[in-house]
């Protein structure tokens, strides 16, 4: 479960600054606790409920409901967004007789001809593939976004992807010698065979 609060939106009425949990400073700090203190509430009742960790045996059943009723009660609602079961955590999971048969396929099917982005572990080709079958879906390439700046090229003209390097994913400070700014772009690029 992800609790998204963008920009000050939602979550919290007003933007909240990084440094939100900073030792106490007077006036703009109490800003900050109290900008803050929503979303904290919320992150303890979802956990509370919930627990810290949500891995469960058997997740169908309970997403089955989940996105069912999303569809129920909100007619409305722009998307859903989910993550492939081959991702768990910050990495990819290698595919094993185990999980051979684990998809979001049962939400695809839940939700119909409604928008649905789902991220995790796609290539050009599976991504493609998703798109052909369900003209309802996104896929979103979120890691090789940052090692590609150029990623909608390189999947259009199929271009070799740059590798992403994890440890340089999100260095605090403007400055930061590698990341999000020192990648290749494609121009240099062949298209791959």
Same mark, same amino acid.
């Given at each position: ?5 963008? /920009? ?12 939100? /949990?900073? !030792?106490?400073? =007077?006036? $703009? ?7 803050? +203190? ?5 992150? !303890?009742?979802? +956990?509370?409920?919930? #627990?810290?960790?949500? #891995? ?9 409901? @989940? ?5 129920? /009660? *909100? ?7 989910? @993550?492939?079961?081959?991702?768990? &955590?910050?990495?990819?999971?290698? &595919?094993?007789?185990?999980? +051979? =048969? ?9 939700? =119909? ?5 789902? #991220? =995790?572990?796609?290539? *050009?080709?599976? #991504?493609? !593939?998703? &798109? ?5 879906? /996104?896929?979103?390439?979120? *890691?090789?976004?940052? &090692? ?22 999100? $260095? ?16 240099? +690029?062949?298209?791959?065979?």
């Amino acid at each position: 479960m992800s609790l998204f609060g963008c /920009l000050g939106k939602r979550l919290s009425e007003r933007p909240v600054p990084p440094r939100c /949990l900073e !030792k106490p400073d =007077g006036h $703009l700090w109490r800003k900050r606790r109290k900008s803050c +203190a929503f979303p904290l509430e919320v992150v !303890k009742a979802v +956990a509370a409920a919930v #627990g810290e960790r949500m #891995g469960m045996a058997d997740p169908v059943p309970t997403f089955s409901h @989940i996105v069912s009723e999303l569809k129920r /009660l *909100r007619p409305t609602l722009a998307y859903i967004h989910v @993550i492939e079961p081959r991702i768990s &955590a910050d990495s990819s999971v290698d &595919a094993s007789p185990q999980n +051979a =048969g684990q998809s979001d396929d049962f939400i695809r099917d839940i939700w =119909g001809d409604r928008p649905l982005i789902s #991220g =995790g572990g796609f290539t *050009r080709d599976s #991504g493609i !593939k998703l &798109a052909e079958e369900r003209k309802n879906s /996104l896929v979103a390439h979120g *890691r090789h976004f940052i &090692a590609n700046p150029d990623l909608p090229v390189r999947l259009q003209k199929n271009i070799p992807l740059h590798p992403y390097d994890r440890s340089t994913f999100y $260095l605090p400070g403007l400055g930061a010698p590698t990341g999000y700014t020192d990648q290749p772009f494609a121009s240099s +690029a062949t298209p791959a065979a």
